[in-house]
């Protein structure tokens, strides 16, 4: 170390010492300035959430949650999940394991035999993505209807290649089928299985379906980024349809807030939902992409992500659930950018 280190650092120490700052303080202002280096890097819109030790010690949120009534977002705001839904449908399932209502090695005609190679495909496959099922996004119905009609119509545009049986192909159409699954054996709908085992047994209050949000709560409206633009623009908002948040049944239906989210993957993670043995289980790596029931298992991480209408979402999770990045956007950007923004963050303010 240099002489001019040397004194930087006496310097800092006597500050500390004379002004009474804490570290923790010092450590904040840091984390504040590593965030917004890197969200400058990128047009971000939303909120941002670091814990450590299972505590909330730094957030930061930019941009509108609704310009239009300019509405800022904050930490208390509620954003789309979209895809992060999925590592939750994944719990739901393996809680139906526990009470023995099913097995991970249950074939999918024991529920739904009219799916073509439905006789090939275990529940295990489908939470993995290596089922060989495929269906074109765009086929999605268009009118409004319950979740079995859903579920109805997603096996009429449901396609098998035995070829890719056993190799990752990441297909919502999984989820949507282990929801129907989910609610054949629990007997209750996917809506109110979520509202019992996770929203009320964690009383979280920034936390609803996006089909049913209730107006005293803070929500976002989601943008999208208008060609070769610059900055960040909100003439592109997207306009929420009642039809496509009903048909992203188990895969893409929530609103919740950074605080909401981490409290339900930090509890999965650490066996408040399901047994620890099972968390572990439910989140193997299934293929060499690292996909495990709905969450990308990594050497000491948990990861997802998920973005559309408007919105993108990511997180970061140690292991034992006490460490993570949580990023939640309204504005979606191509490529999913907010990836690398947790990466980043995760690299920088994380031990």
């Not at 119509?153 to 098998?160: A, L």
């Not at 047994?201 to 980024?225: E, H, W």
């Amino acid at each position: 170390m240099n002489k001019n280190m040397q004194w930087w650092l006496i310097i800092i120490i006597i500050t500390v010492s004379v002004v009474n700052i804490p570290i923790n303080v010092l450590a904040k202002d840091k984390n504040q300035i590593v965030i917004k280096k890197d969200v400058k890097t990128r047009s971000f819109v939303g909120t941002i959430a670091i814990y450590q030790n299972g505590k909330l010690i730094n957030h930061y949120s930019q941009g509108y949650a609704n310009v239009l009534s300019k509405k800022s977002n904050n930490l208390n705001t509620m954003f789309e999940i979209d895809s992060i839904q999925k590592m939750m449908t994944g719990v739901l399932i393996m809680q139906q394991v526990e009470k023995h209502h099913l097995k991970l090695t249950d074939h999918l005609d024991n529920y739904f035999p009219s799916v073509p190679g439905s006789a090939n495909i275990t529940i295990r496959q489908m939470l993995n993505m290596t089922s060989g099922l495929s269906m074109d996004g765009s086929k999605a119905p268009g009118f409004l209807t319950d979740d079995f009609g859903i579920i109805r119509h997603e096996i009429t545009q449901t396609k098998y290649t035995i070829l890719k049986n056993g190799i990752w192909d990441y297909q919502p159409v999984n989820y949507v089928l282990l929801a129907g699954i989910l609610e054949k054996v629990s007997h209750q709908s996917y809506r109110q299985l979520f509202t019992h085992q996770i929203i009320d047994k964690l009383k979280l209050k920034r936390t609803a379906f996006a089909y049913a949000l209730p107006t005293n709560r803070d929500s976002a409206i989601g943008y999208s980024v208008p060609n070769h633009i610059l900055g960040i623009s909100y003439t592109q908002p997207f306009k929420q349809r009642l039809v496509l948040e009903r048909n992203e049944l188990g895969t893409g239906q929530l609103y919740m807030s950074v605080g909401d989210l981490y409290r339900v993957v930090s509890a999965i993670t650490q066996g408040k939902i399901i047994k620890q043995a099972d968390v572990t289980k439910l989140y193997a790596k299934g293929s060499i992409s690292g996909y495990g029931g709905g969450l990308y298992n990594r050497v000491d991480r948990y990861k997802t992500n998920g973005a559309g209408y408007g919105f993108e979402g990511t997180i970061r999770i140690s292991k034992n659930g006490k460490q993570a990045v949580v990023i939640l956007s309204n504005y979606e950007v191509t490529k999913m950018g907010i990836s690398k923004l947790g990466d980043s963050l995760d690299r920088k303010l994380l031990k």
